[in-house]
């Protein structure tokens, strides 16, 4: 079934960077999306990129501050954070599609268990 594992969610202060981190393994995919999930929302969609990057979405919200990007040697997806705001603070999730990136998190099969970061004003 495979596994993915994401790594470096923490707190910063408004303004600071955070570079998450999502490890795949035993799988195959094209498209590697992360979402998040702040207290009492729902779930929402921050930035997908497919297998040769040719394909890449951003929510509005983080376009010019977030950047996706993947190693596929190391299966490894990466979403850098920067510019942080605490509304940015929530549990984000990694998560992987055959098909090529959408913002709908039902077209994901397979997630994270989610890393927490958490921005202070």
């Known amino acids: 079934q495979g596994t993915l594992a994401e790594s470096g969610g923490g707190s910063v202060q408004a303004g600071g960077s955070l570079r998450l981190s999502c490890a795949a393994s035993?799988?195959?995919?094209?498209?590697m999306g992360w979402f998040r999930q702040a207290p009492g929302k729902e779930r929402e969609f921050v930035a997908a990129?497919?297998?040769?990057?040719?394909?890449?979405l951003y929510a509005d919200s983080v376009k010019g501050r977030f950047t996706i990007s993947r190693d596929n040697a190391k299966n490894t997806g990466y979403l850098q954070m920067n510019s942080l705001k605490p509304e940015d603070t929530a549990v984000y999730y990694c998560?992987?599609?055959?098909?090529?990136?959408?913002?709908?998190?039902?077209?994901?099969?397979?997630w994270g268990q989610g890393t927490q970061v958490t921005v202070s004003s």
């Open positions: 035993g799988r195959t995919f094209n498209t």
């Open positions: 998560a992987v599609r055959i098909g090529p990136p959408l913002q709908v998190d039902r077209a994901y099969n397979s």
């Open positions: 990129i497919s297998w040769n990057r040719d394909s890449i």
